[in-house]
């Protein structure tokens, strides 16, 4: 198994594990390899929304994190396989700057994500997995929570569309995100259609899929990103899964693997195939 979404202590919202117990933990699971795909930095003018600003790695420590994950490649090269990557966030308005910092990271990079996180209404942006608070407070501003929805699914097809040069992510992730508190606040719509729609550009594109892990241990998703039956549609089109824990902390490698699709065969990323 290749886990290819784990985040490291570079991240300001997650634990501060060393990198070393991360490695030294997937050793003894028994993982092949591992993708660190910390968050990219954020473009230098948007405003993180969320109140700690801690949305993302900071540009100050991009040199760094590329620079140690490189040095721990080497150390560990004939025991597990190490991939540097990023979690690069598409942020609908910031596509040219976004292009910019995968022009400046991706000549370092072996494997990236391409996320949304952040929705834009009228000229203000919501992240929309911070808490269910925040969540509820979005249903205010966009009106109920089928325009949340409508609203995320646009903004992860542009994700796809968008010309982000030659280091674009080629993984698409958790593309139910918007489902993480459905247990609260659930739409009143079926988005089937809107699932099969990504999956089919995903197709097109030539792109794969992150299938995350993180929604099963959260307490108001309960199910994995994307759930099942998104799962059997994107095999039904051959498209590339790749499992990704989505860890925040050393515990957090390998969650939810047991509540994937049995059905499901994972790939592994595109530089390893």
């Known amino acids: 198994m290749h886990d290819g979404h784990v985040h490291t202590p570079f991240c300001p919202h997650g634990s501060k594990d060393r990198l070393g117990s991360y490695i030294e ?15 990219a930095p954020l473009p230098l003018d948007f405003v993180d929304p969320v109140p700690e600003k801690d949305s993302a790695m900071t540009w ?19 025991e597990l396989t190490i991939l540097l990557g990023l979690e690069v966030d598409f942020i609908e308005g910031y596509e040219e700057q976004t ?7 991706g000549p370092y990079l072996d494997d990236a994500i391409l996320s949304v996180h952040f929705l834009k209404h009228n000229n203000s942006y919501f992240c929309l997995d911070y ?7 979005m ?19 542009q994700s796809i569309d968008a010309n982000l040069g030659a280091y674009k992510p080629k993984r698409i992730g958790h593309i139910s995100l918007v489902r993480k508190f459905q247990q609260k606040f659930p739409p009143t719509r079926n988005y089937d259609a809107a ?33 099942e039956s998104v799962i ?42």
Do not use: W
């Open 25 to 39: 933990k997937a050793i003894q699971l028994n993982i092949k390899g591992i993708t660190f795909t910390e968050h």
């Open 60 to 78: 100050d420590n991009l040199t760094s994190y590329i620079q140690e994950i490189q040095q721990l490649k080497e150390k560990y090269n004939r």
């Open 99 to 105: 292009r910019k910092i995968l022009d400046e990271a």
């Open 131 to 137: 808490s269910p608070e925040m969540f509820e407070m």
């Open 139 to 157: 249903i205010g501003v966009f009106g109920s929570v089928d325009a949340i929805y409508d609203s995320y699914f646009k903004t992860v097809q």
């Open 195 to 227: 699932f099969h729609q990504l999956l089919d550009s995903i197709k097109e594109k030539g792109l794969a899929l992150d299938y995350n892990g993180a929604g099963v241990v959260k307490p108001l998703c309960g199910e994995p990103y994307p759930p």
């Open 232 to 273: 059997k549609s994107a095999l039904e089109r051959k498209i590339p899964l790749i499992y990704g824990s989505d860890a925040h902390s050393v515990k957090g490698l390998s969650q939810g693997i047991e509540k994937l699709y049995t059905g499901a065969t994972f790939s592994v990323p595109e530089c390893l195939s």
